[in-house]
């Protein structure tokens, strides 16, 4: 088993390649940018956090509306690093509220796949598997498409199941 200064080792040989500098900062900048876009033309249905950048395994912006922070619930827009796509993520404020959504929601059409509770939300769905970097615009678009209507829907479906117990 390798010890931190074999990693250290490894590290500092990707960093003179600087591929990967180069690569984390535009993401982490076009992550910043597609909040930006989603504040623009949201702002009227959602309040937007400050972006995440993470440990070079996630990073994202957290947006909710008043029904969500009286659930103690924010959606998650994630950049899955190691998988190299986005993802929508529901997530509670605590593991109390996690929990309590878990229940809630592991039947549901977004957990059908999920076993066990993810580690850091309620539900993840994928808005866009293979991102086309070189075309931002597009790609900008279509996670803005898909964020819109899962979000709706999974409110939808959280207040229909609260409200029906």
Request: charge should be positive; glycine fraction near 4%; charged fraction near 25%.
């Amino acid at each position: 088993m390798k010890n931190f200064s074999d990693y250290i080792a490894v590290y500092k040989e990707e960093l003179k390649k600087e591929g990967i500098q180069k690569a984390y900062k535009g993401l982490v900048k076009y992550v910043m940018a597609l909040k930006s876009h989603f504040s623009k033309k949201l702002s009227d249905q959602f309040f937007f956090g400050n972006t995440s950048p993470g440990y070079m395994d996630f990073t994202y912006f957290p947006f909710f509306n008043d029904f969500l922070r009286d659930e103690k619930l924010r959606f998650g827009i994630v950049l899955n690093h190691k998988k190299v796509r986005f993802e929508l993520w529901l997530m509670g404020q605590n593991i109390e509220t996690q929990k309590k959504y878990w229940n809630l929601l592991k039947t549901s059409q977004w957990n059908k796949d999920q076993t066990i509770m993810p580690k850091y939300s309620v539900l993840e769905v994928v808005l866009v598997e293979d991102p086309n970097f070189n075309e931002l615009n597009n790609l900008t678009s279509k996670i803005e498409k898909e964020a819109t209507l899962h979000t709706q829907e999974i409110i939808d479906y959280i207040k229909h199941s609260t409200t029906s117990k």
